[in-house]
Every structure is written in structure tokens, then in C-alpha cells.
């Protein structure tokens, strides 16, 4: 199966949440879940039954999925890593997500959406520790640099958003803006990933 290709702000109308999909898009009053804060399809607007145990589990495990932008098979490797490692099954499972270099390169500010940090990377446009990597799942570690390649650094995109540069990594991310390099600190506390899902639904879903 092909990556989807279809409007992406379906997606958070059937999420009911904003998946940040679009980049500054889902910032402003254009946002389709704002205009529709209603699922998609021609009876939207009719009455629907609770979901069941079921459905909510696999609602969250879709919404995680579609934030990250990973295929299903995909998705069941990183929980099946996830339960094999030490700790919080939920929690680790979001930090082999988080770092991801396509998402990394999103946090860092050098993308407005994952699924423009995924091009940048598959461009040639991103290097770790000073050698581009073209893999969007390559598995950062503490200690990593992420920076531009010579042909990130003369991107006419890239170029505007250093220049209009104000995002905040999160704490376990550092960025210089002057050589446009950041470093992977450590890995994220479940406190420091913001993304709107209940990870223990995804687990429970897995595992039944």
C-alpha cells in the first residue's frame, strides 16, 4: 500500500483532534477543523453511536500513526521494540517516534510539518554528525548533531524559515539558528512529548 495521498485535514476531522499535519495552516482560522469540527462524509452531521472499547483503542492508535506519518507494519515494529525494551511500554514507544530524524528535524524548526522534514531528508537536504542520511526513520541518539547538507543550506525554504526563525525545541532538543545545527540531548520524558494521544489505549491494542 502506497502513502496516503488525500487531504490530510480529513484526517484530524476524523480525529477530531488537530494532527499538525499542514504546517502553519493548522495554526490559523483556515484550518478546516475549525470551519468543520465534525468527521468527514455526507452523514457527518447525523447521529452516531458510542464507540466501543474496541474503537477507541484503534482510534488512538490511528491518530499516533497519522501524527507521525507511518505506515501500519511500520508502526507495529516500533511497539513490538517498544515491549521488548525496559520501562513504560506507551512512554517508549513515543521516544523511538520522537526520535525519528524526520520528526527531529521538525522539532528543530527546520521543517513546518513532518511531512516536509520527511522530503528534506529524502532530498539530501539533512546531515547527522556532519553525513547526510537520506532514511526519515533513522533512529537519532543522544549525543547526535543534526544540520544541513551544502544543498539544505542554499534551499530557498530552508532559507526563509532560518531567517523567520522562532520556534522552541523542546528541552531535550538544542538548536543554534546561526550554524543551523542542532543536538539530541537525551531522549524525551513522556512530559516533554506533546502530542495529544493516550499511548495506554495504543498498548491495550496491541496487546489483545
Known amino acids: 500500500m502506497g502513502r496516503y495521498t488525500g487531504s490530510v485535514c480529513r484526517l484530524c476531522r476524523r480525529e477530531g483532534v488537530k494532527l499538525y499535519l499542514k504546517g502553519e495552516k493548522c495554526y490559523t482560522d483556515k484550518c478546516p477543523l475549525v470551519k468543520r469540527p465534525y468527521p468527514p462524509g455526507m452523514h457527518a452531521g447525523g447521529v452516531r453511536r458510542k464507540a466501543s472499547e474496541y474503537g477507541l483503542r484503534l482510534r488512538e492508535k490511528q491518530k499516533l500513526r497519522r501524527i507521525y506519518g507511518i505506515y501500519e507494519r511500520q508502526f507495529r515494529r516500533y511497539f513490538e521494540e517498544a515491549a521488548k525494551a525496559k520501562g513504560v511500554t ?87 539558528p546561526q550554524t543551523a545545527t542542532g543536538r539530541v540531548l537525551a531522549l524525551p520524558s513522556r512530559e516533554e512529548i506533546d502530542v495529544p494521544v493516550q499511548e495506554q489505549l495504543v498498548v491495550e491494542f496491541y496487546s489483545r
Open 90 to 176: 506507551g512512554t517508549r514507544l513515543l521516544q523511538l517516534l520522537e526520535t525519528r530524524l524526520d520528526n527531529v528535524v521538525y522539532r528543530l524548526g527546520l521543517a513546518s510539518s513532518r511531512k516536509e522534514a520527511r522530503q528534506m531528508v529524502v532530498h539530501g537536504h539533512i546531515a547527522v554528525d556532519g553525513r547526510k542520511v537520506t532514511i526519515p526513520s533513522y533512529q537519532l541518539r543522544p549525543g547526535q548533531t543534526v544540520g544541513l547538507t551544502e544543498r539544505g543550506r542554499h534551499n530557498e525554504r530552508t532559507r526563509v524559515l532560518l531567517e523567520s526563525y522562532s520556534t522552541r525545541p523542546p528541552s531535550w532538543l538544542e538548536f543554534d
